[in-house]
């Protein structure tokens, strides 16, 4: 699979905006991360970082799904694609759902970070095990077995992954988890990854969290 006319695609991109108030993808992510974006929802470089960010993996998407129609890659014809599901306060857009009961979502990225999630996709079960909670709430009745369609973006290397999702009630104890969390104050929360590794340059918080405002003490280390 190739690439083609990206920039069409990141030009015709409609804005997303979340349906409640945390997203599947919250969920994966950093705490604190999650915690400092929500009590700053108007700050400039995260506002930008996101929106770019979103602009471009839109785009690489539009082109993954014109591969599997092209391809008839599920040799399935009933795909319903970016599906917005709601429950309560939380939401989330699945990327693909294949005759109603088989969800398909898209991971971009260099080859390096696609081969991790490949050995180890904890991340991407609990991603996709929260949308099919989301979607029995909605009136699907989705399969455990998922799949993931992958592309290396800078090897052009490409695929189909197999996961099996958790079931509904093992995914309410992850949200119920996540929920407790992210009430406490950001001062007891740990670092990020990107905290951690002094890769803050790549944090769109960073000004915010006051791991960051100790750690730059640290004048040394050029990462910021």
Request: overall charge negative; glycine content about 4%.
């Amino acid at each position: 699979m190739k690439i083609d006319n990206l920039w069409e695609g990141i030009f015709n991109y409609d804005t997303y905006v979340k349906g409640g108030t945390y997203s599947a993808s919250d969920i994966t992510s950093d705490i604190i991360q999650v915690k400092l974006r929500l009590l700053n929802p108007n700050h400039r470089e995260m506002k930008y970082e996101d929106k770019i960010s979103a602009y471009i993996g839109s785009a690489i998407h539009q082109r993954i799904e014109q591969w599997i129609e092209a391809e008839n890659a599920f040799g399935l014809t009933n795909m319903e694609s970016e599906v917005k599901l709601k429950y309560k306060n939380l939401s989330g857009t699945c990327d693909l759902i294949l005759d109603k009961k088989t969800i398909v979502d898209y991971k971009t990225g260099k080859e390096e970070n696609i081969k991790r999630g490949l050995k180890d996709s904890t991340k991407w079960i609990t991603q996709l095990s929260i949308y099919r909670f989301l979607a029995n709430r909605n009136g699907y009745k989705i399969e455990p077995l998922a799949y993931i369609a992958w592309l290396c973006v800078d090897t052009n290397k490409h695929g189909i992954h197999e996961i099996e999702l958790l079931s509904d009630e093992e995914t309410i104890k992850v949200i119920k988890n996540f929920m407790t969390e992210i009430e406490k104050p950001v001062e007891d929360m740990p670092k990020c990854n990107l905290c951690i590794q002094f890769m803050h340059r790549f944090c769109g918080v960073k000004d915010k969290c006051p791991h960051w405002v100790v750690d730059k003490d640290f004048s040394s280390i050029d990462t910021w």
